[in-house]
C-alpha cells in the first residue's frame, strides 16, 4: 500500500505538539498563496437553496469563484482577502451555517448520503444529524474538540464507518444502533432514540482521557494504548447519562462503498405512489463552479455533499430524473460509475499551496485528458483503483478507508506507488500515462486473483 501521511503517533507513545490545532474553520481562515481560505463545516453535508446560494453568493463576491469539497463533506472558499472575515461570517449566520461560533470547527460529522433515499430498507440516521450537531453545540466541553475529529452516522449500508471516524453510530435495525470509537469489536449497542445523546458522551469521554494522558492527542487514534478508550468505561458514562446500555464483543463493522453517479431510485422505486428519484454526481478534483453549485441547488432546493466529494440531490421525479442527469453530464459533472474521472483526487496544489511542488491539478487533468478525451462526464472501462495526486510528501486529500495509487510530487518528478508494486521514483509527466494505466491495470488484476 502507499505510504501513509503521518497523522498519528504511536499508541504507545503520547502525542507531543507545540502548537494548537491550526485546522481552518470559517472563522479562522488559513493564509495561502492564493488567499485565504475558509473552510465551512456543514454537518451530514446536507445543505438548502437558500444557504446554498449565500454561499456561492460569497465565493464569487470574496473570493476565486469556486466552492471546493472536501474529504468530510464540508465546503470551502479559496482565493479570500485578508479583511472579509466579518463580511463571511455575516453571510454564513443569514445562511444558517454557524449556529454557534465557539463550536464551528468541531462540527465535523458525516452520514450516509443515499441514508432514506435508495431502496435498501436501512433505517434513515438523517434526523441523528441535526440532533448530534444540536447537542454538541450545546456542551461547553466540546468546544475542546480538534477540528479534525469526527463523527460518522451510518444507516447500516457501511459506507461511512470506513471512514476511519473517531466516533462511530451504525443503524443495526429501527430501533437499535452500535456505538464505538477506535474497534468496531470493543462496541456498544443503544437504543437508536438515544444514538445522539451516546455519541456526544463517547465524544466526551475522549476529551478526559486526553486530559488524564496529559495528550495533546486530536483523533481517538492517538491516544496511547493505557489511555484507549474502552467500552466498559463508555457503558458506565452512558448509564450515568440516563443512557441504557451493553457491550457487543467482535461485532465486524459494517462496510460498504460510497455512492455510485447516476440515478438512485427512490424507496418505493420509479413506479410507486411517489415515483421520487435522487442524483448522485461527483465534482472533478473535487471542485466547482459557482454556476454548477447554483444549479444543483436549484434542482429541487436542497442537496447533500459527501465524503467523496459528490452531490446527491434528493426528491427529484423520477420520470425526470434522467433529464436533470444529462443536464448535469453537460454542465462537467461527472455522472457515469466508469467515467475516468471518478476515482481521480487530487491536493491543491500549486499555485494555491507554497508547499507543494507541483501543479498537481493540471497534471491531472492533462494526464486524464490525454487518455480519454476532454469531458470529465466521458465514459471509460477504467480500474476503479483511485489515484490520489499530492504536491508533497503530506498527501493531503487522500482517500480513506481504501488503498490507492499515490503520486507524489518531487523536485525530480513524481513518485508512484501502488499495492503490491515497486515504487516507480522520478517519473515525469509526459510518461505518468502510461505508468498510471499500469500500476491501476496491474492492481485491478491482483485484486481480482484474490
Not at 207 to 223: N, P
Not at 259 to 267: F, R
Not at 318 to 323: I, K
Not at 326 to 346: E, F, K, N, Q, Y
Request: aromatic residues 4%; charged residues 25%; contains cysteine.
Amino acid at each position: 500500500m502507499p505510504p501513509q501521511p503521518p497523522s498519528a503517533a504511536s499508541r504507545d507513545e503520547p502525542v507531543i505538539r507545540d502548537r494548537g490545532d491550526a485546522c481552518p474553520g470559517a472563522l479562522r481562515l488559513h493564509a495561502a498563496d492564493d488567499g485565504y481560505l475558509a473552510r465551512v463545516r456543514i454537518p451530514g453535508g446536507m445543505l438548502d437553496e437558500g444557504a446554498a446560494r449565500l454561499l456561492a453568493d460569497a465565493a464569487d463576491r470574496l473570493g476565486d469563484g469556486h466552492i471546493d469539497l472536501t474529504s468530510r463533506g464540508n465546503a470551502q472558499l479559496r482565493g479570500l482577502g485578508a479583511s472579509c472575515g466579518g463580511e463571511l461570517q455575516a453571510v454564513l449566520v443569514r445562511a444558517g451555517l454557524l449556529p454557534a461560533p465557539t463550536h464551528e470547527r468541531v462540527r465535523n460529522i458525516v452520514a450516509s448520503p443515499l441514508t432514506g433515499l435508495d431502496r435498501r430498507g436501512l433505517p434513515d440516521v438523517a434526523p441523528w444529524v441535526g440532533e448530534l450537531d444540536r447537542l454538541l453545540c450545546a456542551s461547553a466541553p466540546a468546544a475542546e474538540l480538534s477540528g479534525r475529529f469526527l463523527f460518522a452516522l451510518d444507516d447500516g449500508r457501511g459506507d461511512v464507518t470506513s471512514l476511519a471516524a473517531d466516533v462511530n453510530l451504525a443503524a443495526r435495525d429501527a430501533d437499535r444502533a452500535l456505538l464505538w470509537t477506535a474497534d468496531p469489536a470493543d462496541a456498544v449497542l443503544v437504543a437508536t432514540a438515544d444514538a445522539p445523546r451516546a455519541a456526544r458522551v463517547a465524544a466526551e469521554y475522549f476529551l478526559d482521557a486526553v486530559r488524564e494522558a496529559g495528550t495533546r492527542a486530536w483523533r481517538v487514534c492517538e491516544l496511547p494504548a493505557e489511555q484507549a478508550l474502552r467500552s466498559a468505561e463508555l457503558t458506565a458514562r452512558l448509564a450515568a447519562a440516563g443512557i441504557e446500555a451493553r457491550a457487543v464483543r467482535d461485532t465486524a463493522a459494517p462496510h460498504g462503498r460510497a455512492p455510485e453517479p447516476g440515478v438512485v431510485d427512490g424507496p418505493d422505486g420509479p413506479d410507486g405512489p411517489h415515483g421520487t428519484a435522487a442524483l448522485s454526481v461527483l465534482a472533478p478534483l473535487g471542485r466547482l463552479t459557482t454556476a454548477q453549485w447554483r444549479r444543483l441547488a436549484g434542482l429541487t432546493g436542497r442537496f447533500r455533499l459527501t465524503p467523496w466529494r459528490g452531490i446527491v440531490v434528493p426528491g427529484l421525479p423520477a420520470g425526470t430524473a434522467a433529464d436533470a442527469l444529462a443536464v448535469l453530464a453537460d454542465a462537467g459533472l461527472i455522472t457515469a460509475p466508469d467515467s475516468p474521472w471518478r476515482s481521480v483526487t487530487a491536493c491543491t496544489g500549486r499555485p494555491g499551496c507554497a508547499k507543494s511542488l507541483a501543479d498537481v491539478r493540471a497534471d491531472a487533468q492533462a494526464v486524464v485528458e490525454r487518455a480519454t478525451g476532454p469531458s470529465p462526464s466521458s465514459s471509460s472501462r477504467g480500474c476503479p483503483m483511485p489515484v490520489h495526486w499530492s504536491g508533497c510528501e503530506r498527501r493531503c486529500g487522500h482517500p480513506r478507508g481504501t488503498a490507492w495509487v499515490d503520486v507524489v510530487a518531487t523536485s525530480a518528478g513524481y513518485d508512484l506507488s501502488a499495492p503490491g508494486r515497486t515504487p516507480r521514483r522520478g517519473v515525469q509527466t509526459s510518461e505518468l500515462p502510461a505508468a498510471l494505466a499500469d500500476a491501476r491495470r496491474t492492481t485491478s488484476h491482483d485484486a481480482a486473483k484474490k
